[in-house]
């Protein structure tokens, strides 16, 4: 139990999650995102999440080729290293291991199998409104690097600050989410 309790500890220093809750008995898996009772459950469900990465060693990379362009600065309609816009950048990444993705976060937005937020994986895209909360298309797009429990890690191409890790709890986020597409298993056909 105490490894548990220092792992979820861990977990939410780098998620920055500023309450954390623990009850007797309860894990959550990342995989499934439920609750699990046993350590044999647990342990399953662990296996699960290293074979889909076993199937689909590319998302790693991905994710990894992201993380080396952090703080390239954000340039509007930029589609290079030189400077991304939030679309640009994640066609750039994806462009890089054989998956062509169109120029506009609204298009991205049909490409993939639509996930719910429950079941979303590194790889998967991540798409919000644009600057207003109230709008009703998609106008941004990230990339899921990370999942843990409830906690949505992305990098993306933001205005304010180029390309950075952000959290789907954070306010702002939150109130602009779209949904998730899944286009790293198209990563398993190359």
Not at 9 to 18: C, E, K, L, N, R
Not at 119 to 148: C, N, Q, R, W, Y
Not at 179 to 184: A, D, H, K, L
Request: hydrophobic residues 40%; positive net charge.
């Amino acid at each position: 139990m105490l490894k548990k309790v220092l792992l979820t500890a861990v977990f939410a220093v780098s998620f920055g999650i500023t309450q954390a809750q623990s009850h007797d008995n309860l894990a959550v898996i990342a995989v499934d995102m439920k609750p699990v009772d046993t350590d044999h459950e647990a342990s399953v469900s662990s296996q699960s999440n290293a074979a889909f990465y076993d199937r689909i060693p590319g998302v790693s990379n991905l994710i990894s080729f992201a993380k080396k362009h952090l703080a390239i600065r954000y340039r509007s309609g930029g589609t290079t290293p030189s400077g991304f816009d939030c679309s640009g950048f994640t066609r750039f990444c994806y462009s890089h291991f054989g998956i062509n993705l169109p120029h506009s976060s609204a298009a991205q937005g049909n490409v993939g199998l639509k996930v719910e937020k429950e079941s979303a994986m590194p790889g998967d895209l991540i798409f919000f409104k644009g600057h207003s909360s109230s709008g009703s298309s998609i106008g941004h797009v990230g990339m899921i690097t990370e999942v843990v429990g409830n906690q949505i890690k992305f990098i993306h191409s933001a205005w304010g600050g180029g390309i950075r890790f952000d959290y789907l709890h954070a306010d702002y986020y939150r109130n602009r989410f779209m949904g998730i597409r899944r286009v790293g298993k198209m990563l398993a056909a190359k």
